[in-house]
């Protein structure tokens, strides 16, 4: 189970630090393709737009991990994530315009500039909706994990509870095994004592 949801947040993670280069591709196509350079002449300098990729990647990373874009419980806190989207874009392109304003020596395009940081903003927004609609069609169509929680106490209730909200995985808790005296505050499943296991009346499980 930990695999997996390692395995998914490492694509989710990686999609978010993406998401620069899709906006400066966009932008890109725009300013310099749509638009008619006539009307707006530019100079283009691929180095110049290049650096500022680059600068562009490592704070949107840096603020994707501030604002946890990439936490997938946080995608169920919030009904469409605008308010986190629009902190970790308005950071985003803060610092970028404070660059850019040091560096104006460089004749760049204000209109490719307003395009990428809207485009961000809905990739974003966009994204944080495509998951959370995935997540819940995910979590009823895969197989439940049968799962065994050593101990019975308040802390084996918050375990469980816990379980039933993690994404991507659906889990299903069979059984609970006391250790010593412990008080039973679980009743969403049977409790079995250590010596049940030397009887074989446990029930079987895949994952602890």
Known sequence: MNLRLKS???YIRLWHYLLPLMVFAIASY???VAISTERHP???????YFAVLLFTTVVWAIAVEQWK??????LFREYTGIRKSISACFA???ALLGVLFFYRQDNFSRIFFVVSAVALLV???????ALRRILHMTHHLRRSVRVLIVGT???ARRIAARLARVPFVSSEVVAYLRVGVQKVAVHDAP????????????VPFEEI
């Open 153 to 155: 106490d308040q802390h």
């Open 123 to 129: 990739l974003t927004i966009s994204t944080r909706i």
């Open 69 to 74: 874009l990439c936490n997938t419980d946080e």
């Open 30 to 32: 725009i300013r310099f």
């Open 8 to 10: 998914y947040n490492f």
């Open 191 to 202: 409790v079995y004592e250590l010596d049940d296991i030397e009887t074989g009346q446990m």
């Open 42 to 48: 530019t100079e283009y300098e691929p180095r110049f």
């Open 92 to 94: 985003t392109y803060t």
